[in-house]
C-alpha cells in the first residue's frame, strides 16, 4: 500500500506543482516561498492555495514558542537572505523532493545544515547543502573521491538526500523523528525511544543529544519563519494523526456536488483535499 501511495502522491504533488504554478496568486507575505503542503504518506492529504482561511492551518507547539520567538529574534535577517540569494535552488530543491514522495517543506531542513552553501564543510567530513557524511553519500549512489564530490551539486546531493529521508521515514514514520535520525543517527533516537518509552518528540527529546534536540527545534522555527505557520512535517505522528481527522471530518461536510467541481483556469483559490479510499484509490478535489 505505501508503495503505492508514493507513487501516487509523486504524480499528484507534480500536478499540484504544475497547476498552482500556472494559475494560483502567490500571497504578499515576506516569507512566503512554497506552493501547497504535501502530506506524506497518509489518507487524507490538504494542500492549500488559500492563504486567507486558517480552518486548517497547523499552529505552532506552545513548548517550543520561546525558542522559535528568540532564534528568529537571533536570525531572522540571516534567513531572509538566504531566501533573497537563492531563489532558483529553492526552486530546484523543491522540485526534487516532490518528484520523489518528500514534502516539500523538508526543504528547510537543508538551510539549517548548511544555509544552503554548496561549499559547506563541517569539521566531521560532512559536506553539501545536505551535509553528509562521504560514506553515507556513497551508500546512497554520490561519487566522493579526489576528482569528484557530488555532495557539492544541488541536484545530486538533494536526490541523495529524498533517498535518505524517505529510508528514514519508512522506519519511524513521524517526520520530527526523520529529522533528528538525520543529524544524530537512528541508534540514537531508537535508545531515546526505550529511555522515555515514547515516540513523542516532545517527550523523547531529553534523551537525545542536545545539539539533536535543538536542531528539530531550528528546523521548526525556519519553517514557521518561511511559511507563517506549520505542516505535516512540524507534527508528531500522534498530532499528524489529529490533524488527519479533522481533515477528513472537513471533507466529509462538503456537498457532493462541490467535491466534483473541477478547476478552472480562472479559479485562482483552492482547498486541496486528496483521499485515500480503501481500493487504493487516490482522488484530488478541489474545494472552495
Known amino acids: 500500500m505505501k508503495t503505492t501511495l508514493l507513487k501516487g502522491i509523486g504524480l499528484l504533488s507534480m500536478l499540484l506543482f504544475a497547476f498552482n504554478h500556472t494559475h494560483a496568486k502567490t500571497p504578499k507575505h515576506r516569507s512566503k516561498l512554497l506552493l501547497p503542503h504535501l502530506l506524506h504518506d497518509s489518507p487524507a492529504v490538504a494542500a492549500t492555495a488559500n492563504k486567507n482561511s486558517n480552518a486548517t492551518d497547523i499552529q505552532l507547539q506552545s513548548s517550543v514558542q520561546h525558542f522559535v520567538d528568540e532564534y528568529l529574534d537571533e536570525n531572522g535577517e540571516m534567513l531572509e537572505k538566504i531566501k533573497q540569494n537563492n531563489s532558483a535552488r529553492f526552486k530546484t530543491i523543491q522540485t526534487i523532493l516532490l518528484s520523489k514522495g518528500i514534502p516539500a517543506e523538508l526543504m528547510y531542513l537543508a538551510v539549517i545544515e548548511s544555509k544552503l552553501k554548496n561549499n559547506a564543510s563541517s569539521g566531521a567530513g560532512a559536506a553539501g547543502i545536505w551535509q553528509l557524511m562521504p560514506v553515507t553519500a556513497r551508500t546512497l549512489g554520490l561519487k566522493v573521491n579526489g576528482k569528484t564530490d557530488e555532495r557539492r551539486y544541488t541536484h545530486q546531493s538533494t536526490v541523495a538526500a529524498a533517498k535518505y529521508l524517505n529510508q528514514l521515514y519508512n522506519q519511524f514514520d513521524d517526520w520530527l523523528l526523520v529529522v533528528a535520525a538525520y543529524n544524530c543517527g537512528t541508534g540514537n533516537v531508537y535508545k531515546a525511544i526505550k529511555k522515555s518509552g515514547s515516540h513523542e518528540f516532545w517527550k523523547l527529546q531529553h534523551y537525545l543529544p542536545g545539539e539533536t534536540s535543538t536542531h528539530v527545534k531550528r528546523f521548526i522555527a525556519t519553517h514557521f519563519y518561511y511559511e507563517a505557520k506549520g505542516s505535516i512535517v512540524t507534527l508528531t505522528k500522534s498530532e499528524r ?43 484530488l478535489v478541489a474545494r472552495r
Do not use: M
Open 241 to 283: 494523526n489529529k490533524y488527519l481527522s479533522t481533515l477528513n471530518k472537513i471533507a466529509e461536510q462538503e456537498p457532493a456536488n462541490k467535491q466534483k467541481e473541477v478547476p478552472s483556469p480562472g479559479n485562482n483559490r483552492f482547498n486541496w483535499v486528496l483521499i485515500l479510499h480503501e481500493q487504493d484509490e487516490l482522488v
